[in-house]
């Protein structure tokens, strides 16, 4: 009897569930993350001599040091080092401009350095192309004025690294803000009483309190140009991550040991990283200068004195807003006109058009002999366009389902974890646990997709059924994988952070009445931290709907991203007489990628950063907007004025 009561308890769905969870995640590390970096790094050491056709250890290291590879890691460590300096003297500078000195329009200048927010990326890219391209608006301009000078101007390494140095602020804007804002304001008021200049209060009181964030901008940046993609792929630049996917797709019919090549490339990428890393987590124990008193002052707005100084720090601050304002102006103004506007570079306030958003037109033309064509159906807006809406589908789908998945596994691995480490019992399979899905992080997308690639394109591996995943529609669930695992770094970070704000009593109570853990969970600890989940699910899907790295790295047809449409659209405009207004379009498709960004952001940091009395004003400033329509009954009205009431009565 007493056995079997015992058996019954074993069989119970949470234990079953848990050796389900504990299963799924050790398949997930061992098959996902762990055997296909292996599989990469034994590549290296496998190559084949191609004059003796036997492996040669040594082949591809020999390779290198000889020739022109080393040319591509030389180059990313240039751009990495160079856009670290550009970036931090860009950044800290709106940074101050907007939130430490008292400059006229700081709230106008903030906007206009945060639109790198909504759009970056394959997007970014193109608008600064739609400028300074040999058929730019600007370009043109400048051609006008001086006919002598080179129209390719803007391309190669310059042209890369001042494209990703205003990419590369929106990290100041977020972190760095944060930290300007948080500065406790009677340290700098007693600095200034003791007869400290301005800029010796700056250099001595605030950028000490600010060396944790900025030390951690410096990793994130140099690791931000030494893994770039986008920019080097569009402007022309030979860094590491797009000779890593040339390589993936070349053969040793066309060059010698092309993937041994690429495996050493995205090695040497994942030793930079975790370098880094290891760096950063070394540094982040030492201790810092922290600003505080007993009583913590709000920042204020320090006032330039010196009139010179005064002058030149607007007419900067100015001169860099027109920087991060034009491509957004000029993208947004030129989706709305027409092909033959957008071909000159030239505004037609006359012809405002939705074409590239919506619609077809016939295209009409001349061809050589001089006789009049019409191709029907050339023009095609954003949404009318097959290519276009096939890439936003695919990337709406495959984002969503990815950031889901990465979100459900970091919830259940939280939960796990915090319930061993408040119980006592099994804090290392807890601390096992988190590391493996930290584990992406130390190593660079570019490597993580390249494994998957050449290790996920067979028919011989066991636990995928024997099914190559890189075979046609198959690319799909393999790119939903990458996203995912890529992804779990970060919303582990997000999401475990909301898993300290759940009382322990209220499991306790929960337990008290009878609930068994999995219905705690459900019912109690999941409405908690379910803000922050959505929160992090809209982030991960922001990031992924518009992602270019990976998807090239898959290169399929079956799985091209809307980013890859993206940047196809110039290289293929006006070929054979269709696709004539594919830059329109593209501005259109920014203008797109800018709206939907804006509404998650305002979702995450405005609605969703909302306290819970900042949430039951709104309800009730809502009430009474609708009860002076007549549109809810006239006691709503007075329901709504006193919040706490009305929060007490939900809970009853």
């Not at 989706?335 to 009409?364: C, E, R, V």
């Not at 276009?388 to 889901?404: D, E, K, M, P």
Request: proline share 4%; charged share 15%.
């Amino acid at each position: 009897m007493t056995q079997r009561l015992d058996d019954s308890r074993r069989l119970k769905p949470e234990l079953l569930l848990r050796i389900f969870g504990v299963s799924f995640f050790v398949f997930l590390f061992f098959g996902f993350m762990l055997l296909p970096t292996l599989n990469t790094f034994t590549q290296i050491f496998t190559a084949k001599n191609p004059a003796t056709g036997e492996t040669d250890p040594l082949a591809v290291i020999r390779f290198f040091l000889a020739g022109s590879m080393s040319k591509f890691l030389w180059n990313s460590v240039k751009l990495a080092v160079l856009l670290v300096i550009t970036v931090h003297v860009v950044g800290i500078s709106v940074v101050l401009l907007t939130e430490y000195f008292d400059i006229r329009g700081a709230k106008i200048l903030r906007l206009g350095y945060m639109t790198t927010l909504i759009y970056g990326g394959i997007a970014l890219g193109t608008g600064y192309l739609f400028l300074y391209d040999s058929n730019g608006i600007i370009t043109a301009q400048l051609l006008r004025l001086f006919p002598g000078m080179n129209p390719n101007w803007f391309s190669g390494f310059g042209a890369v690294l001042f494209t990703m140095t205003f990419a590369c602020t929106s990290n100041h804007m977020l972190f760095l803000r944060n930290a300007i804002r948080g500065i406790d304001y009677n340290t700098v008021e007693a600095a200034r009483n003791l007869g400290a200049k301005p800029f010796k209060v700056l250099m001595k009181v605030v950028f000490p309190t600010l060396l944790p964030t900025l030390f951690s901008l410096t990793i994130m940046t140099f690791i931000t140009g030494l893994c770039a993609m986008s920019a080097p792929v569009l402007l022309g630049y030979d860094s590491i991550n797009p000779e890593i996917v040339r390589l993936a797709g070349s053969s040793a019919a066309d060059e010698a040991f092309p993937q041994a090549r690429a495996a050493l490339l995205s090695i040497i990428l994942a030793a930079f990283t975790i370098v880094l890393l290891t760096i950063l987590s070394s540094y982040e124990k030492k201790g810092h200068y922290l600003s505080v008193s007993k009583t913590k002052a709000k920042l204020v707005k320090q006032k330039i004195t010196n009139p010179v100084a005064n002058v030149l720090a607007h007419v900067y601050a100015y001169v860099l807003f027109v920087v991060y304002m034009t491509p957004v102006l000029m993208i947004i103004v030129f989706s709305f006109q027409p092909h033959g506007a957008i071909q000159m570079k030239t505004l037609d306030p006359s012809g405002w058009t939705l074409i590239n958003y919506f619609g077809q037109q016939d295209y009409s033309y001349l061809t050589s002999r001089g006789t009049a064509r019409i191709r029907e159906g050339a023009i095609s807006g954003l949404f009318s366009n097959e290519a276009t809406l096939g890439g936003i589908r695919t990337s709406f789908i495959l984002s969503a389902v990815a950031a889901a998945l990465a979100c459900v596994i970091v919830v259940a691995a939280c939960n796990y974890i915090f319930k061993r480490s408040r119980t006592g019992k099994l804090r290392k399979s807890g601390a096992v646990l988190e590391y493996s899905l930290l584990f992406p992080w130390l190593l660079p997308t570019i490597l993580i997709c390249y494994s998957y690639r050449i290790y996920f394109n067979s028919d011989q591996i066991w636990y995928t059924g024997f099914t190559n995943l890189y075979y046609m529609e198959n690319v799909r669930l393999l790119i939903v994988i990458a996203y995912a695992v890529v992804r779990l770094p970060f919303s582990l970070r997000m999401i475990k952070a909301s898993f300290y704000a759940i009382d322990s009593e209220l499991e306790e109570a929960a337990k008290s009445l009878g609930a068994s853990g999995l219905r705690t969970f459900l019912r109690v600890k999941l409405p908690i931290v379910l803000p922050s989940v959505l929160a992090v699910f809209a982030l991960n899907f922001n990031t992924l709907f518009t992602e270019y790295d990976m998807s090239a790295t898959f290169a399929s047809s079956y799985g091209t991203s809307y980013a890859m449409v993206i940047q196809s659209m110039t290289r293929e405009e006006g070929l054979y007489g269709y696709n004539v207004n594919a830059t329109g379009r593209r501005n259109a498709s920014t203008v797109f990628i800018m709206i939907v960004s804006g509404l998650i952001l305002y979702l995450v940091y405005g609605v969703g950063a909302r306290d819970l009395g900042e949430r039951l004003d709104a309800r009730a400033r809502r009430r009474r907007w609708l009860a002076k329509l007549g549109l809810v009954p006239a006691e709503a009205k007075a329901e709504g004025a006193d919040p706490a009431a009305d929060f007490r009565g939900s809970i009853k």
